[in-house]
């Protein structure tokens, strides 16, 4: 899988650069994400357009007036000595003050080397402004100010409106921007005290009230509540949190007071890093965008191309030269790449920060984009389908001196200083039983087999059964687990001395998001370090298509590369930890469960929530993503296949002719349908 290919787009320091602004402007500048000043400056952007339109169309009225063709058309002579001279002032005015935007832009994107929008709407405004003006210095012709006029005037109501779009398609960042609250108690030794969130360090004390967001990330200290952290990460029940439980910052508190310790500096917060990775994503390109600024390119091409071919066409076939300039700015206009330009980067606005709202994380589009080619799912068993907490079912001695409680005591002396679900399961089990853990020397971890140390002057191993079948030891008679139940052995001294068994509840969602994969056609795999039992009994209870058991994490890469040989495109939804290999080398990495560790680095997608729900959710969010940028791509090209004979005036003989203006409306409706097309996406939560 490409790995994290963040290709930023140039940022060009122009305030009123519109295609910058159409798809950077609100990636880059006008960002939520940048904090406030990004989005205000936005805000003013569409101040200044507007303003701009007002007052081009307090202008654009006496110029309509003026104008000899409207003049014509209504049937009235309002000819005066120097009318043409005052027509030739205001639309002057409507040119530089109207077109300043195209105008500017136009400059810029020259200097770039990269004519786009901009400059297509710079020119045209520019050869009509140009030709009428020679019309009032003494060439022959009809000027062409009225339809100048109209022309910057559609245009500005055009980027007015757009960008009013836009605006909305980066709401839901914006919302994630807001979540974090800008106060927070701060608890001294003499008093609570309100303090700005971003001073927060950690260990400071924060209260937390009921109905009030938590203000940082931390671990509960006192009191209890239930907090809604359905924002971050999809989860719309209320969750209950005691002392010693973690909280995220935006989560909102529900009943109860508490006190959170804090873990760390604002910035570092879980939602921090969401917003910067949301903000990333927007800014990243994948191949669908840049196919659409391929094709985006070409059409800036092809619209030149075409406008001056236009204008050849109907001036040497005898037509006059207003007539075959009109046709070329009509066309030019029509085929501003504007909406193309515009269709992948509204939905990748919306996508990006809609699923992160949804507690699916895309740190790679490439990968999320991809997600709608899956074909084949590899789960990993523990913490994805079952819940990964291993609680002990059985002890049993196999040696008269040992008692149970001496077997698992001794057990826990090696677990507890593993993170592995089989450890946390042991030392739970201490605890309830009231034990106290022994010290430990010499501890070695046995990779994929288990772990030894010396304990109380005994030579102690806590092994798989895979250990004991390479050992060539023989499993005790008596032996009894089920199916579902993972075996750990205890040896001491060389002697084998009991075994503890542990087994881990399957998730109540992980058969339905088997099932929905399969009406979806696409194969579930389940690969498991567990042994054959365990992991057919999981595989058989959920209805998968296969498993493959008694994997070593290792080994894990190899069997990602043979599906893939077999010409699957394959996902690995794993925990991150020892999967990452596997993530890697996988078409699509889903780290699973990482929830405030945002750095499962090898993944392209971070699922918030262990909920393999989510896995199919993303899916099908990930194909629903890709067809709206598929319609809109085919609506931006499709529009000008029709509009642009229409403008060089193919049906010119039928009748049928566009002006610039009708050609200008026509491109603003365009681009309208592409934002509201894609401010449409929404995540299915099935």
Not at 45 to 56: P, T
Not at 89 to 112: I, Q, R
Not at 361 to 375: M, Y
Not at 607 to 621: A, C, H, R
Request: charged residues 20%.
């Amino acid at each position: 899988m490409e790995q994290e290919h963040h290709t930023l787009t140039p940022e060009k320091a122009v305030s009123n650069n519109h295609s910058e602004m159409n798809h950077a402007n609100m990636k880059h500048g006008a960002h939520p994400a940048m904090g406030m000043a990004g989005h205000n400056h936005h805000a003013m952007m569409i101040a200044d357009f507007k303003k701009r339109f007002y007052v081009v169309l307090m202008l654009t009225i006496p110029i309509m007036l003026l104008s000899t063709m409207i003049q014509h058309f209504i049937k009235v002579d309002w000819q005066f000595a120097g009318s043409q001279y005052v027509l030739f002032a205001l639309s002057t005015v409507v040119f530089f003050y109207g077109g300043f935007p195209f105008l500017k832009g136009l400059v810029d994107e020259v200097k770039a080397k990269n004519p786009g929008m901009m400059f297509l709407i710079g020119f045209a405004i520019t050869v009509a402004y140009i030709y009428s003006v020679a019309i009032v210095f003494g060439l022959q012709g009809m000027d062409f100010f009225w339809e100048l006029a109209t022309l910057i005037l559609i245009m500005l109501l055009g980027h007015w409106i757009e960008m009013k779009s836009v605006a909305g398609a980066s709401k839901e960042l914006e919302l994630l921007v807001q979540l974090m609250p800008a106060d927070a108690h701060m608890v001294m030794p003499d008093m609570v005290h309100d303090v700005k969130t971003d001073t927060l360090k950690e260990n400071d004390i924060i209260l937390v009230k009921p109905g009030e967001k938590v203000a940082a990330d931390g671990i509960i200290l006192e009191g209890e509540g239930y907090l809604n952290e359905s924002m971050l990460t999809g989860e719309s029940k209320p969750v209950q949190k005691v002392k010693g439980d973690k909280v995220i910052a935006g989560a909102i508190n529900g009943n109860g007071s508490i006190k959170v310790t804090v873990s760390h500096a604002a910035k570092d917060s879980y939602l921090s890093q969401v917003i910067k990775l949301v903000d990333d994503t927007q800014k990243s390109k994948s191949q669908t965008q840049l196919l659409a600024d391929k094709a985006a390119r070409w059409l800036t091409i092809i619209a030149l191309v075409s406008g001056i071919a236009t204008f050849l066409y109907w001036y040497l076939t005898g037509q006059s030269l207003a007539f075959a300039m009109e046709r070329m700015v009509t066309v030019i206009i029509i085929c501003c790449p504007h909406a193309l330009g515009l269709a992948v980067p509204l939905v990748v606005a919306k996508s990006s920060a809609l699923s992160a709202k949804n507690g699916l994380l895309i740190k790679n589009r490439t990968a999320f984009e991809n997600a709608r080619k899956i074909t084949t799912i590899v789960f990993d068993k523990t913490g994805t389908l079952t819940f990964g907490k291993f609680e002990v079912s059985k002890i049993v001695s196999l040696q008269k001196e040992f008692t149970e409680n001496e077997i698992i005591r001794l057990a826990s002396a090696l677990e507890q200083k593993s993170e592995h679900p089989i450890a946390t399961g042991i030392l739970q089990k201490i605890k309830d039983l009231s034990i106290t853990i022994p010290a430990t020397e010499n501890f070695n971890a046995i990779t994929g087999k288990g772990v030894e140390a010396t304990v109380e002057g005994k030579k102690i191993l806590v092994v798989s059964p895979g250990y004991l079948k390479e050992k060539n030891l023989a499993i005790p008679k008596g032996f009894t687990a089920n199916d579902t139940e993972t075996v750990v052995f205890v040896i001491i001294n060389n002697e084998l001395a009991g075994y503890i068994a542990l087994s881990d509840k399957i998730r109540p969602e992980s058969a339905e998001a088997v099932k929905t994969l399969k009406e979806n056609s696409i194969k579930s795999i389940l690969l498991t370090g567990d042994n054959n039992k365990v992991a057919k009994s999981v595989s058989d209870t959920l209805g998968m298509d296969s498993f493959i058991a008694e994997v070593l994490p290792h080994q894990k890469l190899e069997k990602i590369k043979d599906l893939q040989s077999k010409g699957g495109f394959v996902a690995m939804t794993g925990d991150g930890v020892n999967d990452a290999p596997a993530l890697a080398i996988a078409d699509v990495g889903i780290a699973v469960g990482s929830g405030s560790d945002i750095a499962a680095e090898t993944a392209g997608i971070i699922l918030v929530n262990s909920n393999p729900k989510d896995i199919v959710s993303l899916i099908l969010f990930g194909k629903a993503t890709y067809q709206k940028m598929i319609q809109n791509l085919i609506w931006a090209t499709g529009y000008n296949v029709i509009a642009m004979p229409l403008a060089a005036g193919v049906l010119y003989k039928q009748g049928i002719l566009l002006s610039p203006a009708a050609g200008a409306v026509l491109m603003t409706v365009s681009t309208v349908v592409v934002a509201i097309n894609a401010s449409m996406l929404k995540v299915k939560r099935n």
